[in-house]
T-cell receptor, first 112, second 112 residues
Framework: DAMVIQNPRYQVTQFGKPVTLSCSQTLNHNVMYWYQQKSSQAPKLLFHYYDKDFNNEADTPDNFQSRRPNTSFCFLDIRSPGLGDAAMYLCATSYGVDETQYFGPGTRLLVL | ELKVEQNPLFLSMQEGKNYTIYCNYSTTSDRLYWYRQDPGKSLESLFV?????AVKQEGRLMASLDTKARLSTLHITAAVHDLSATYFCAVDHTGTASKLTFGTGTRLQVTL
């Protein structure tokens, strides 16, 4: 089945230790998104790729970076995680900008 | 800045009862989504509403959109326990790449 896959599902890191979260998709969608969702809050868009074009949200901290080496994969890099970065990170994809976004299962990040 | 508000934030209802969740948004948009999220899980797409007056139904859920009033509703008919989840509306920013702003979420609890 075509799907959006995120690895790992759970990630524990230490304060200040860089961490990378992975997203892959078999939907052949050209747009990929990263959202941050803190406990009991709505998802918040961090950035998205339209094909190879990177689009950062104005209020996304510099601590968050992303890479998209090919259509299928997208990575979220947190350079120096703080306690406030503990959250569920959701990857989503869509085919073009006018289509429904499909979400992966998420990676829950814990910062010690 | 686009603001999306839902009410109620929490809803406890008995099985068999009907209720409506409201989603208000602050700026023009022609596309509105409803998502469901089970605890600790990702987001599942329920409906996409693309034009004024759009109405979509799936099982016990029916969603509608009034773009003039900037209001969407999610109506639950004869609730069952399996509908217990958090429901988010999300508004697509008009004229930009698909960038969703999520509502605050409504946590629905259906009791026996």
């Amino acid at each position: 089945d075509a799907m959006v896959i995120q690895n790992p599902r759970y990630q524990v890191t230490q304060f200040g230790k860089p961490v990378t979260l992975s997203c892959s998709q078999t939907l052949n969608h050209n747009v990929m998104y990263w959202y941050q969702q803190k406990s009991s809050q709505a998802p918040k868009l961090l950035f998205h790729y339209y094909d190879k074009d990177f689009n950062n949200e104005a209020d996304t901290p510099d601590n968050f970076q992303s890479r998209r080496p090919n259509t299928s994969f997208c990575f979220l890099d947190i350079r120096s995680p703080g306690l406030g970065d503990a959250a569920m990170y959701l990857c989503a994809t869509s085919y073009g900008v006018d289509e429904t976004q499909y979400f992966g299962p998420g990676t829950r990040l814990l910062v010690l | 800045e686009l603001k999306v508000e839902q009410n109620p934030l929490f809803l406890s209802m008995q099985e068999g009862k009907n209720y409506t969740i409201y989603c208000n948004y602050s700026t023009t948009s022609d596309r509105l989504y409803w998502y469901r999220q089970d605890p600790g899980k990702s987001l599942e797409s329920l409906f996409v509403l693309l034009s004024n007056g759009a109405v979509k139904q799936e099982g016990r859920l029916m969603a509608s959109l009034d773009t003039k009033a900037r209001l969407s509703t999610l109506h639950i008919t004869a609730a069952v326990h399996d509908l217990s989840a958090t429901y988010f509306c999300a508004v697509d920013h008009t004229g930009t790449a698909s960038k969703l702003t999520f509502g605050t979420g409504t946590r629905l609890q259906v009791t026996l």
